[in-house]
């Protein structure tokens, strides 16, 4: 589980990465600018994609988030990256509401993102609260 996590989290740094690149990019079309409800874009260049009163791009919160877990699933402390990995969820799901009904359009980075740490959360849950899998599972039996 400790690798799987592991390379999930460098998965979710290089799309938060493409996302942050997004965030700064000043000049030509967005190349995630699919049509009127894909443009990346929009997305990261709106009020939305920065931490509120602080300039931070939210992007910037997915890399370190994403590089600590990576650090705590090498560590196989799987119950904070369990921690980190619901709150990342949370704040996942909380954007992508934005997107939804408030922008009105989709960022493609930000969906992956929302994949990657779904994944990560469902395989944390697992590797906290059933540290051995199905064998230690039937072995407490």
């Known amino acids: 589980m400790k690798y799987i996590l592991v390379l999930l989290a460098v998965f979710g740094i290089v799309v938060s990465s493409l996302a942050l690149r997004e965030h700064y990019r000043t000049e030509g079309d967005s190349p995630c600018s699919i049509n009127d409800r894909w443009d990346c874009g929009i997305v ?3 009020p939305y994609a920065v931490v509120k009163g602080t300039g931070i791009p939210v992007a910037v919160l997915g890399i370190a988030g994403y590089v600590l877990m990576g650090v705590l699933a090498w560590r196989r402390a799987y119950r904070l990256v369990l ?14 509401n934005i997107e939804a009904h408030i922008l009105g359009v989709w960022c493609i980075y930000c969906v992956i993102s929302l994949g990657i740490i779904s994944v990560m959360t469902l395989l944390a849950l697992g590797a906290a609260f059933f540290p051995g899998g199905r064998s230690s599972v039937a072995a407490s039996r």
């Open 44 to 46: 990261n260049h709106s």
């Open 83 to 96: 921690a980190f990995a619901a709150l990342g969820l949370a704040y996942s799901l909380y954007l992508a």
